[in-house]
């Protein structure tokens, strides 16, 4: 196992080798438009075997071709290795490319003995290898030991370049350190490097992504001071962002202001735009967006029509989304896992079961494996319309399809054990998942105090109630409304008081569900003043209109 600290003798060797900066090589790399692998390793055997060994550059060209094509980086090592015991020399260039194909495979101690190899040769380090390297822990995960890297690099002073700070950027904010990644950004500003759009715009993403929205404004406007003009991407996460905060008003002010810039939105940018509408339920200005897309020139593509489909179901247009599905065919547009996965929910949710089945079997016909989502949405539709044991069957293809069930697939089952007064069955479908090591959450112990309480077990459901207490449980209003009815329809509301004191003591605000089941209760049990007083109360509290 390699470690940073044993790199400081070969950072020093380095640093005596060559002191002040670092040079960049380019090889413009022809190779024809119909060459695949297996012309790449027969190519280069065939040269290996020449009378008279060609140029290290024409080697260069096929390492370099397999180094880009994806999921051959062992093939690229493989003749290296071959160059090697043929005595061919390595240049700068090959080395890159190996460090480059180590990189990729994970294998990142031998990508930095190929930079001990480079200082052994004798040969100048360039910006390429030192990316490369940086890249290559980023990309495994080793964002701090690249940071490490790169204080050594510029201690025994190498320059970076933007490239180099662009990728330490988006490393971090990849791990959720978008404000190491500011703090970066502004270190680096003037000093090291120019920084550029996509620096800002990958930091401005991040924030976005963790709704961190009014300081991703603040960025974009830091920019703008600085002279650097926003593009399509930065304007796209700005957009994203204020669409997840609910702030559509200011997502489409941002659209045209990218407008008016003559900065041309992109699928991705009118997708997000369309989704949440979609998701709000406005349908109609949806279906004026997507105009404008085409007007504009833009392709809608599948995630366009999935949020269409989604936002449809949402208002009950079932029959929209099913024709939308069907003519996406017909449009040239391919159906993908997830707009299955939306009309199985869609027609689950509506009672229209059969028709999910019938769409998840045809799932196969048109090779699309169905994921978790699809599973766990055919098997809670399966369980509210009473057919459990098509749902177990779906559990057990779930497992031998390599995609076991998790506690959303067991929650289904469980709330329909429960419904059918088979709480026994359903405790101890929850002990047994437990002994699989899939931990059960809020929504199973909800599912289970509620079949408590209505099966008459009021006693049991107060001792789980107690036992997550104890554990440290967050408890939420659903779960003090459940034993609030439990303890109501036994008619004992002095324990009824102590739970809502309970309740408001813990920063839980009694909501118009609370107030209602006590108030039922009161009117049930004659205690009519004590109904009124909570009727005030709720009407004071803006959850009841007169």
């Known amino acids: 196992m390699w470690r940073f600290v044993s790199y400081s003798n070969l950072l020093s060797s380095f640093h005596s080798h060559f002191p002040f900066r670092v ?46 094509t994806k999921n051959h980086y062992a093939t690229a090592i493989s003749l290296f290795h071959q160059l090697e015991l043929n005595q061919v020399k390595p240049c700068i260039i090959t080395l890159n490319t190996l460090i480059n194909c180590y990189c990729h495979t994970g294998q990142m101690g031998f990508a930095f003995s190929i930079l001990a ?46 490239i180099s700070y662009r990728t330490l950027i988006k490393g971090l904010c990849k791990m959720g350190e978008t404000r190491a990644a500011m703090k970066m950004l502004r270190q680096i500003d003037g000093k090291l490097v120019n920084v550029d759009v996509e620096m800002h715009s990958i930091i401005i993403d991040s924030l976005c992504k963790d709704k961190f929205v009014t300081e991703a404004y603040e960025l974009y406007f830091e920019m703008i001071a600085k002279k650097i003009s926003p593009n399509v991407v930065t304007f796209t996460a700005l957009i994203y962002g204020f669409c997840i905060v609910g702030q559509l008003r200011d997502a489409f002010g941002l659209f045209d202001e990218m407008v008016s810039k003559n900065i041309n939105p992109d699928a991705y940018t009118f997708n997000i735009l369309v989704d949440a509408l979609c998701k709000e339920g406005n349908l109609k200005e949806a279906k004026i967006l997507l105009a404008v897309m085409k007007r504009e020139g833009v392709t809608p593509n599948v995630v366009t029509y999935n949020s269409l489909m989604d ?19 017909r449009m040239g547009v391919a159906r993908d896992v997830h707009s299955y996965n939306i009309m199985i929910n869609g027609l689950c949710k509506n009672k ?36 459990i044991s098509y ?77 997550l207490l104890i554990k440290g449980y967050s408890l939420d209003i659903q779960t003090y409304n459940i034993m609030i009815n439990g303890l109501c329809k036994e008619g004992l509301f002095d324990e009824v008081e102590a739970l809502v004191s309970k309740m408001k003591y813990t920063g839980i605000i009694p909501n118009a569900i609370t107030y209602e089941t006590i108030i039922r209760a009161f009117f049930y049990k004659n205690e009519n003043e004590k109904a009124e007083k909570l009727l005030r109360e709720m009407i004071t509290r803006g959850l009841l209109v007169k």
């Open 391 to 467: 749902a177990w069957e779906l559990v057990l293809e779930m497992q031998d399809n390599g995609q076991p069930a998790n506690i959303f697939t067991y929650n289904s089952l469980i709330y329909t054990l429960c419904k059918n007064h088979h709480v026994d069955k359903a405790i101890a479908l929850v002990k047994k998942i437990k002994d699989k090591g899939i931990q059960p959450n809020m929504c199973t112990y909800n599912i289970l105090l509620d079949g408590l309480c209505k099966g008459g077990q009021l006693k049991n459901a107060q001792d789980v109630f107690k036992d």
């Open 117 to 162: 190899k480079i200082l052994k040769i004798g040969y100048q380090p360039d910006t390429i290898t030192l990316n490369t390297l940086i890249k290559g822990l980023c990309l495994n995960g080793k964002v701090h030991e690249a940071l490490h890297f790169h204080d050594h690099v510029v201690a025994h002073g190498f320059r970076l370049d933007r």
């Open 23 to 68: 040079f960049s090589h380019s090889l413009h790399q022809f190779i024809p438009n119909n060459f695949n692998v297996d012309d790449a390793v027969f190519s280069f055997h065939r040269m290996l075997t020449m009378r008279s060994t060609p140029s290290i550059v024409q080697f260069n060209k096929i390492l370099g071709f397999l180094a880009r």
């Open 311 to 329: 936002g449809y179901f949402l208002v009950n247009k079932v029959k929209m989304a099913i024709n939308i599905f069907y003519t996406l065919a």
């Open 352 to 387: 229209m079961v059969d028709e999910a089945i019938n769409l998840f079997k045809e799932m196969s016909c048109n090779n699309i494996i169905p994921d978790l989502i699809t599973y766990n949405a055919l098997i809670d539709g399966l369980c509210k319309s009473e057919r």
